[in-house]
């Protein structure tokens, strides 16, 4: 099992940057493929960027390629979001999650934090 615990999350002005953390329990962290997702009031839960276990496979969403990076620190047990030139739509709660496969797709994540809120502000 897996316990996750998302920070770095706050208001910010449009334009600006923020780094999300996602701290993992357990040794079994460098064996999942892990994913930041968000989900705005009144939407469903996207995803923005996904991960392999290894790190060496990465994809986002169209939206914010160029601006968010992905990436891990399986000696760490952490998981990052980088993000740059922050948009008003970038506004949501930001979720890391945990899945045996690299995906995507929100039901293929076992495990979840509690989520961090993300504000830009115009």
């Known amino acids: 099992q897996v316990q996750l615990v998302e920070s770095g999350g706050g208001l910010v002005q449009v334009g600006g940057s923020l780094r999300l953390s996602c701290a993992a329990s357990g040794p079994r962290f460098r064996r999942y493929a892990m994913g930041w997702f968000r989900q705005a009031p009144g939407n469903e839960r996207e995803f923005v960027a996904i991960?392999?276990?290894?790190?060496?496979?990465?994809y986002y969403q169209d939206s914010v390629k160029g601006r968010f990076t992905i990436s891990r620190d399986n000696a760490k047990n952490t998981l990052y979001l980088q993000m740059n030139s922050l948009k008003p739509e970038d506004t949501a709660v930001y979720y890391c999650?945990?899945?045996?496969?690299?995906?995507?797709?929100?039901?293929?994540?076992?495990?979840w934090g509690q989520g961090t809120q993300v504000t830009v502000s115009s």
């Open positions: 999650g945990a899945s045996g496969i690299t995906t995507t797709s929100t039901r293929q994540y076992d495990y």
């Open positions: 991960i392999s276990s290894s790190g060496g496979t990465t």
